[in-house]
């Protein structure tokens, strides 16, 4: 007589991963970002080009200054508004997007 016993390994079944994949998804950047953004394009094509930003800042900055959509110090000249542009164009294609504007402007001006 034998005894056929067997231990038989049970592999513990213990497969709940965490969920995986977050998203950040919707809202990055603030409405001041969105806001300033569609002021300064001028001709509503939802880009920005370096004359756009030149001249919508010379036009309106004080305005936007104004009525606090802008910092003061944002407004101060061609010079300025040319730098804030290289800084926000990321991508170097010379036109700058919603999002690489609000990166910027957000960051800067402490809206986001
Ligand atoms: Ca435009
Ligand atoms: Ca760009």
Redesign the pocket.
């Known amino acids: 007589m034998g005894n056929r016993g067997g231990t038989r390994g049970v592999p513990p079944v213990s497969a709940a991963g965490p969920p995986a994949g977050e998203k950040d998804g919707d809202d990055v950047m603030s409405d001041k970002a969105r806001k300033l953004f569609e002021a300064l ?9 370096r004359d ?1 930003v030149i001249i919508a800042l010379r036009t309106k900055g004080p305005s936007l200054a104004a009525s606090g959509d802008l910092p003061y110090w944002g407004v101060e000249d061609i010079d300025a508004s040319s730098a804030l542009f290289d800084a926000a164009d990321q991508n170097g294609d010379a036109i700058l997007t919603l999002e690489e504007f609000a990166a910027v402007v957000d960051r800067r001006f402490g809206w986001h």
């Open positions: 394009d001028l001709d509503r094509n939802g880009i920005l080009t756009e």
